[in-house]
């Protein structure tokens, strides 16, 4: 389901034509990430749904019942500062994938007050916050950054900056690729573009008719599938959400918060290192105290308190000469001397770690039950416990990576989803005449494409698997690095794995996810 700004517009539409004017009754938690509103309209109760996990992100009204209930601060929050309040209306944010729900609250000394529930669709970075007055009451993701936007109580709510225009109106003389509609118009996901760009249509002329794709299992709020395809039509979208079987899936979040964890730890000594830095760059600073002394032509057995040198008043031991304090100072020099070359060394290795847990931040992004096994593995030395799974008697089969293996003809494409993976198949597998691909600059997959001609085809298959397996999997003009694998060399003494390339040619690729699910359709 490509939960778009166009995918909102009508969603948006059909929620207000239920819910308006209606009381909120009850507000749930059902987990860490999802909500359910519950509303009394007309003599008939509605229950809203929103969730906000990384894998899973919407809103729609729903028939199914959930019994598990969480709490949390935010829901106590939200209960104290809606419940009993009327829905107003619901409306969407340009043709972003922000979804607003007003409410008016009767408060017995003030009257009405408007607040403002504000519901941001954006992936991973899903979030929900309560608004009052154009400023944070609270928010269930809390963020802060040193400049820009806040999502901290008592902060300025503001929305998302963007350039892009309303999909409303599409000038298509400016248009040259699916891309350009993505990059230029607000709420236009990959999916959609490629239909627009080929029909041409203005989107307000499109009427919602929600569809499943059985094929491709996908679904969207108006039939754009292969004519050839199977499919199943709904009355409303929220029955359409409402009919899909949510597959039980890991959770991912204790290795996310051991992750998160580790990397402000190495972030803080980072810091703390740079302090040390400065520290002993001053103590280098002595050495020319010990030379002016020396410099200065005075009795160097004299004890003094302080001396004026080069128009600087120095202070000194006065239990010690001279002498004996400019050799304290020359003390003081060797010792940060030799600090400096301590701490940095240090630094260095603490650097290499806040890149090694970005990297296995990266994997997470993109991590299946499978390829979770071997990351563990990876995060166990640095103090994760991993949760208690079946022992596997076979250990020759258990030593080796479960690693994905794409088969196209003769062709066969290796995929590698973390820093165990990734050096099995590039140093183990891998002949020095197969193909090896990575997203530019980034955590990622190697892809392994064992074929002895790399023709186009094969190559932007392959890039596209790269990107599709990296943490760039939302970005659009993704740089793919690629050569032969006799080009990649292990860098020995660093934390995880890290590999040198040269020869490397670098194509730009875009996901489509229509060709991304015939690709492991078959996996």
Same mark, same amino acid.
């Given at each position: 389901?490509?939960?778009?700004?166009?995918?909102?517009?009508?969603?948006?539409?059909?929620?207000?034509?239920?819910?308006?004017?209606?009381?909120?009754?009850?507000?749930?938690?059902?987990?860490?990430?999802?909500?359910?509103?519950?509303?009394?309209?007309?003599?008939?109760?509605?229950?809203?749904?929103?969730?906000?996990?990384?894998?899973?992100?919407?809103?729609?009204?729903?028939?199914?019942?959930?019994?598990?209930?969480?709490?949390?601060?935010?829901?106590?929050?939200?209960?104290?500062?809606?419940?009993?309040?009327?829905?107003?209306?619901?409306?969407?944010?340009?043709?972003?994938?922000?979804?607003?729900?007003?409410?008016?609250?009767?408060?017995?000394?003030?009257?009405?007050?408007?607040?403002?529930?504000?519901?941001?669709?954006?992936?991973?970075?899903?979030?929900?916050?309560?608004?009052?007055?154009?400023?944070?009451?609270?928010?269930?993701?809390?963020?802060?950054?040193?400049?820009?936007?806040?999502?901290?109580?008592?902060?300025?709510?503001?929305?998302?900056?963007?350039?892009?225009?309303?999909?409303?109106?599409?000038?298509?003389?400016?248009?040259?690729?699916?891309?350009?509609?993505?990059?230029?118009?607000?709420?236009?996901?990959?999916?959609?573009?490629?239909? +627009?760009? @080929?029909?041409?249509?203005? %989107? =307000?002329?499109? &009427?919602? *008719?929600?569809?499943? /794709?059985?094929?491709?299992?996908?679904?969207?709020?108006?039939?754009?599938?292969?004519?050839?395809?199977?499919?199943?039509?709904?009355?409303?979208?929220?029955?359409?959400?409402?009919?899909?079987?949510?597959?039980?899936?890991?959770?991912?979040?204790?290795?996310?918060?051991?992750?998160?964890?580790?990397?402000?730890?190495?972030?803080?000594?980072?810091?703390?290192?740079?302090?040390?830095?400065?520290?002993?760059?001053?103590?280098?600073?002595?050495?020319?105290?010990?030379?002016?002394?020396?410099?200065?032509?005075?009795? +160097?057995? @004299?004890?003094?308190?302080? %001396? =004026?040198?080069? &128009?600087? *008043?120095?202070?000194? /031991?006065?239990?010690?000469?001279?002498?004996?304090?400019?050799?304290?100072?020359?003390?003081?020099?060797?010792?940060?001397?030799?600090?400096?070359?301590?701490?940095?060394?240090?630094?260095?290795?603490?650097?290499?770690?806040?890149?090694?847990?970005?990297?296995?931040?990266?994997?997470?992004?993109?991590?299946?039950?499978?390829?979770?096994?071997?990351?563990?593995?990876?995060?166990?030395?640095?103090?994760?416990?991993?949760?208690?799974?079946?022992?596997?008697?076979?250990?020759?089969?258990?030593?080796?990576?479960?690693? +994905?293996?794409?088969?196209?003809?003769?062709?066969?494409?290796?995929?590698?989803?973390?820093?165990?993976?990734?050096?099995?198949?590039?140093?183990?597998?891998?002949?020095?005449?197969?193909?090896?691909?990575?997203?530019?600059?980034?955590?990622?997959?190697?892809?392994?494409?064992?074929?002895?001609?790399?023709?186009?085809?094969?190559?932007?298959?392959?890039?596209?698997?790269?990107?599709?397996?990296?943490?760039?999997?939302?970005?659009?003009?993704?740089?793919?690095?690629?050569?032969?694998?006799?080009?990649?060399?292990?860098?020995?003494?660093?934390?995880?794995?890290?590999?040198?390339?040269?020869?490397?040619?670098?194509?730009?690729?875009?996901?489509?996810?229509?060709?991304?699910?015939?690709?492991?359709?078959?996996?």
């Amino acid at each position: 389901m490509a939960f778009d700004g166009f995918f909102i517009y009508h969603l948006v539409h059909e929620l207000n034509q239920n819910l308006a004017k209606a009381r909120l009754e009850k507000i749930y938690q059902n987990d860490e990430f999802s909500f359910v509103f519950v509303f009394y309209l007309r003599g008939e109760r509605k229950h809203l749904k929103i969730y906000l996990s990384p894998n899973r992100f919407g809103i729609h009204l729903s028939k199914i019942q959930t019994q598990n209930q969480a709490s949390s601060q935010f829901l106590n929050t939200l209960k104290k500062h809606l419940e009993g309040a009327i829905l107003e209306s619901i409306t969407q944010y340009g043709t972003d994938r922000v979804i607003t729900l007003s409410f008016t609250v009767y408060d017995f000394i003030d009257g009405p007050v408007s607040k403002e529930l504000i519901f941001e669709a954006m992936g991973k970075h899903s979030n929900l916050l309560l608004v009052k007055d154009k400023v944070i009451v609270d928010t269930l993701k809390k963020m802060f950054f040193e400049e820009g936007r806040q999502l901290l109580p008592q902060a300025a709510f503001e929305y998302f900056p963007s350039e892009k225009k309303s999909f409303l109106a599409i000038d298509y003389s400016l248009i040259q690729s699916p891309k350009d509609l993505v990059d230029q118009y607000m709420g236009i996901s990959p999916f959609i573009a490629k239909y +627009l760009f @080929e029909n041409q249509v203005q %989107l =307000e002329t499109i &009427n919602c *008719n929600p569809t499943r /794709d059985l094929d491709s299992k996908k679904d969207y709020v108006f039939d754009l599938f292969d004519p050839s395809h199977q499919k199943k039509y709904y009355p409303s979208i929220s029955e359409m959400i409402d009919d899909q079987k949510e597959e039980k899936k890991v959770s991912f979040l204790s290795h996310q918060l051991f992750i998160e964890k580790q990397l402000k730890k190495y972030e803080k000594k980072r810091l703390q290192y740079e302090e040390m830095i400065v520290e002993a760059n001053q103590k280098l600073d002595k050495k020319r105290y010990g030379d002016l002394i020396y410099q200065s032509g005075l009795d +160097l057995n @004299e004890k003094r308190s302080s %001396l =004026e040198l080069n &128009n600087e *008043n120095v202070l000194l /031991d006065p239990t010690k000469t001279l002498n004996e304090n400019a050799q304290d100072f020359f003390k003081i020099y060797q010792k940060g001397k030799r600090g400096i070359t301590h701490i940095n060394d240090q630094m260095k290795q603490n650097d290499e770690l806040i890149d090694l847990f970005k990297d296995f931040q990266g994997f997470l992004s993109f991590a299946t039950p499978d390829s979770l096994k071997d990351l563990e593995k990876e995060l166990i030395p640095y103090g994760f416990k991993s949760v208690k799974t079946k022992v596997v008697h076979n250990k020759k089969q258990a030593s080796k990576p479960n690693v +994905l293996r794409i088969q196209d003809q003769e062709i066969t494409y290796t995929i590698g989803k973390n820093n165990l993976q990734n050096e099995y198949i590039t140093h183990e597998l891998a002949k020095k005449d197969d193909y090896w691909f990575h997203v530019k600059g980034a955590p990622g997959a190697h892809v392994i494409v064992n074929t002895p001609v790399l023709n186009e085809q094969i190559q932007r298959k392959a890039c596209m698997l790269a990107a599709y397996f990296s943490s760039q999997r939302e970005s659009s003009s993704i740089p793919v690095d690629y050569t032969l694998v006799k080009n990649i060399k292990k860098i020995p003494g660093v934390p995880g794995y890290r590999v040198s390339i040269k020869n490397q040619q670098t194509m730009y690729i875009d996901i489509d996810l229509e060709k991304i699910t015939t690709y492991l359709k078959n996996v």
